[in-house]
C-alpha cells in the first residue's frame, strides 16, 4: 500500500518527477516556453490537494517560496494559465489524482 505525504512539498516533488517522465515539455512546437507541461501538472495536483480554486492556487504558490523552489519556477503562472493547462491535460486523458500518487510511485496516470 502506497505511503501518503501530507507535505505540500513532497507532493509537488512527486507529482513534478512523474509530470517529467510522463509528459512531454511542451504541448507543441509552438507552445510559449514560460511552463513546461510538468510545472503545469505539478500545480494542478496541488490545486486539487488544497481542494482550490485556480486562484487561490497560484495567490498560495506566489506566497510559499518552497513551492516555488521544488517547482523550478522563475515566476507565476497566471490563473486562467492553470484552467487552460487542466482542459489541455483532461483533453490528453490525464489524470491529475493526488490520491494516487506517492513518492516512489511507478509513472502517471497519463
Known amino acids: 500500500m502506497p505511503t501518503m505525504t501530507k507535505s505540500a512539498v513532497d507532493l509537488a516533488r512527486t507529482a513534478l518527477s512523474i509530470g517529467k517522465q510522463a509528459l512531454?515539455?511542451?504541448s507543441n512546437k509552438y507552445s510559449r516556453r514560460d511552463f513546461v507541461q510538468a510545472q503545469h501538472f505539478a500545480m494542478l495536483?496541488?490545486?486539487?490537494?488544497?481542494?482550490a480554486d485556480y486562484r487561490k492556487t497560484t495567490e498560495m504558490i506566489s506566497e510559499w517560496s518552497d513551492l516555488r523552489?521544488?517547482?523550478?519556477l522563475e515566476k507565476v503562472p497566471h490563473y486562467t494559465t492553470l484552467q487552460k493547462a487542466h482542459q489541455r491535460l483532461l483533453k490528453k486523458g490525464v489524470s491529475i489524482d493526488c490520491?494516487?500518487?506517492?513518492?516512489g510511485a511507478?509513472?502517471?496516470a497519463a
Open 24 to 26: 512531454a515539455p511542451y
Open 69 to 72: 523552489e521544488v517547482l523550478s
Open 106 to 108: 511507478p509513472t502517471a
Open 45 to 51: 495536483v496541488l490545486r486539487q490537494f488544497f481542494k
Open 99 to 103: 490520491s494516487t500518487l506517492s513518492p
